[in-house]
């Protein structure tokens, strides 16, 4: 599977970002799918994983109540809702695959990985 993030880009504190995760290839209905992120000097770290139908989702506490993942397997593309945004959230984000029945959230888990979006929150 190749995937293609989109939707990044400058928001001032507070605002919203919809991240867009474009598959192509298999099926995404096999895969586990998550977002990581990587702010500058930082490792990448887990933000948000979905589980291969959607029903089961795992987000890191930073985001809790902020972020939102969805997919829609039919379109081949994975969501990643992003509201209330801090400029702590600045960062390259990932998204990501992995063929898995389990929700993951280890990065060195995933297999396949998008190209990255970048995501700047101003204060």
């Known amino acids: 599977v190749q995937l293609q993030a989109s939707g990044g880009g400058l928001v001032q504190a507070g605002g919203s970002l919809r991240l867009s995760c474009a598959a192509s290839?298999?099926?995404?209905?096999?895969?586990?799918m998550g977002w990581f992120r990587q702010a500058p000097g930082k490792e990448r770290e887990f933000v948000v994983a979905?589980?291969?139908?959607?029903?089961?989702?795992s987000y890191a506490d930073s985001v809790k109540g902020r972020f939102t993942i969805s997919r829609d397997n039919a379109k081949m593309t994975v969501y990643l809702q992003m509201d209330s945004l801090k400029p702590e959230d600045t960062a390259v984000y990932y998204c990501a695959a992995v063929e898995s029945s389990w929700i993951v959230v280890d990065v060195r888990q995933y297999k396949y990985w998008g190209q990255g979006t970048l995501v700047t929150v101003s204060s």
């Open positions: 979905i589980s291969r139908g959607g029903s089961r989702t």
């Open positions: 290839g298999r099926t995404i209905s096999y895969y586990n």
